[in-house]
C-alpha cells in the first residue's frame, strides 16, 4: 500500500535548538516530495524536491531528499518559537496527479 | 498575484442547506484541487481539475459537487451534508497538473454542519 510517514509525531524543543524531521515514502511513479507549514489554517509552501542529493535551503530552514533510501529530511537550525508549527511532507506520485499528505510532525519551539 | 483565495471564511449549514464554495486563483494555473481537514490531520485529496476538466474523484459523496467554470474559479456545491461533513476545506492551484509543479493553497472555509 502506498504511504507517506513522518517521524517524530511530535516534538517539544527550546528556542535556539536544530531539530530535524523525517519523510519517509513508498510509493509508485514518485514524481515530486514537498514540504508544508501548517499553523492555524492553509499549509504554507516551504520546498519542493525532485532530485536525490540536492539540498534545498531557505534561511534556516533546509532539505534534502534522498530517492535510493526514500526519505526526505527537513531541518531547522537557531529553531524560534515562531517555527511551532505542525510540518507535512507529502509526496507527488503516479501518472493520475495524486498527492499523499504524511500524517505531520507537531513541532513546539518554548522560549 | 501569488495567492488563492477563498470565500467564505466560515459556513455553518443545516442538513438540508444547499451552498458553495468559492475559490480563485489569477497565477495562470491550470490544475486546481478541493482537500478536506479534519481536526489534527493532514489533508485528503477530494477532487482534481485539470485544464477545466475533472481528472481525479477521490471517491468522494455525491452531496459535494465540484465544478470549474473558468480556469481561474473553482466552486464545490454543497446539499444535503452530514455533521461529520463538518471541516476545514482546502483549496490549491498549480501550473498544471504534472508532478513537479508546487501547490499553493488558499487559506481555506471552515464548515460546521449542524
Known amino acids: 500500500e502506498d504511504k507517506v510517514v513522518q517521524s517524530p509525531l511530535s516534538l517539544v524543543v527550546h528556542e535556539g535548538d536544530t531539530v530535524t524531521l523525517n519523510c519517509s515514502y513508498e510509493v509508485t511513479n514518485f514524481r515530486s516530495l514537498l514540504w508544508y507549514k501548517q499553523e492555524k489554517k492553509a499549509p504554507t509552501f516551504l520546498f519542493m524536491l525532485t532530485s536525490s542529493g540536492i539540498e534545498k535551503k531557505s534561511g534556516r530552514l533546509s532539505s534534502i531528499l534522498d530517492k535510493k533510501e526514500l526519505f526526505s529530511i527537513l531541518n531547522i537550525t537557531a529553531t524560534q518559537t515562531g517555527d511551532s508549527a505542525i510540518y507535512l511532507c507529502a509526496v507527488k506520485w503516479g501518472a493520475g496527479n495524486m498527492l499523499t499528505f504524511g500524517g505531520g510532525t507537531r513541532l513546539m519551539v518554548k522560549p | 498575484d501569488t495567492e488563492v483565495t477563498q470565500t467564505p471564511k466560515h459556513l455553518v449549514m443545516g442538513m438540508t442547506n444547499k451552498k458553495s464554495l468559492k475559490c480563485e486563483q489569477h497565477m495562470g494555473h491550470r490544475a486546481m484541487y478541493w482537500y478536506k481537514q479534519k481536526a489534527k490531520k493532514p489533508p485528503e485529496l477530494m477532487f482534481v481539475y485539470s485544464y477545466e476538466k475533472l481528472s481525479i474523484n477521490e471517491s468522494v459523496p455525491s452531496r459535494f459537487s465540484p465544478e470549474c467554470p473558468n480556469s481561474s474559479l473553482l466552486n464545490l456545491h454543497l446539499h444535503a451534508l452530514q455533521p461529520e461533513d463538518s471541516a476545514l476545506y482546502l483549496c490549491?492551484?498549480?501550473?498544471?497538473?504534472?508532478?513537479?509543479?508546487?501547490?499553493?493553497f488558499g487559506p481555506g472555509t471552515r464548515l460546521t454542519v449542524l
Open positions: 490549491a492551484s498549480s501550473q498544471d497538473g504534472a508532478g513537479f509543479n508546487e501547490q499553493f
